[in-house]
Structures are given as structure tokens and as C-alpha cells.
Nanobody, 123 residues
Framework: QVQLVESGGGLVQAGGSLGLSCAASGRTFSSYAMGWFRQAPGKERDFVAAISGLGWRTYADSVKGRFTISRDNAKNTEYLQMNNLKPEDTAVYYC?????????????????WGQGTQVTVSS
């Protein structure tokens, strides 16, 4: 069983930056693929970024060039650095983990989820 705890959300003006963290329990963090998803009110949970156990990364087109996903296996922590934020980035952001090393862009492929952290971008 893996427990995920996000932190770092908040309110920021358009064009600003925020960094999210996701701390994971468990002793085999390096073997998990990790992802970030977001959900705006009334919308489905959308893929944002993912990183494999070996560090391969992929991003949604909407955040490519603005967001950076990373992980520190020694600290059992995943990060999402968000720059040049836009009002349409406003959502609850969730981190997620898979029991395999290969990442996925589909929410259904993830086995563990954090509780979510609110990111609000004002115009």
C-alpha cells in the first residue's frame, strides 16, 4: 500500500509560478511510475504529466514547455514545477502512482492517489 500526500497548492496571478510536491510512503518508490492529474469543477480528471521509474517524462500538450515533472527517489517525493500559469490551469491537482515503472497518461492505470491540492490562477 502506498500513501501519497500533496502539498504546495495555492493562489497565484497569471504568469506566476507554483511548485507542487507529492510525498510517498513505501520502500520501493523508485519502481513506481508517478503522475500528476488535475480536475476542474464539472470536468473530468485530466492528465498533466508523468514520469517513469527510470525518469522518462511526458506532458499534456497544454502544459508542455511550462510545467516540469521530476522525482527524487532518495526522498520518496515527486514534484511538479509550474511556470507561466494561466487561469485555465485552475483545478485540483492530484498526484498518482502506478505499481509498475512505465508511465501512463490514463487515470485508470494508476493504483494510488493523493487527496488533491487546489491551484487557483487569477487573471
Amino acid at each position: 500500500q502506498v500513501q501519497l500526500v500533496e502539498s504546495g497548492g495555492g493562489l497565484v496571478q497569471a504568469g506566476g509560478s507554483l511548485g507542487l510536491s507529492c510525498a510517498a510512503s513505501g520502500r520501493t518508490f523508485s519502481s513506481y511510475a508517478m503522475g500528476w492529474f488535475r480536475q476542474a469543477p464539472g470536468k473530468e480528471r485530466d492528465f498533466v504529466a508523468a514520469i517513469s521509474g527510470l525518469g522518462w517524462r511526458t506532458y499534456a500538450d497544454s502544459v508542455k514547455g511550462r510545467f516540469t515533472i521530476s522525482r527524487d527517489n532518495a526522498k520518496n517525493t515527486e514534484y511538479l514545477q509550474m511556470n507561466n500559469l494561466k487561469p485555465e490551469d485552475t483545478a485540483v491537482y492530484y498526484c498518482a502512482a502506478r505499481d509498475v515503472s512505465r508511465y501512463s497518461t490514463l487515470p485508470r492505470d494508476y493504483d494510488y492517489w493523493g487527496q488533491g491540492t487546489q491551484v487557483t490562477v487569477s487573471s
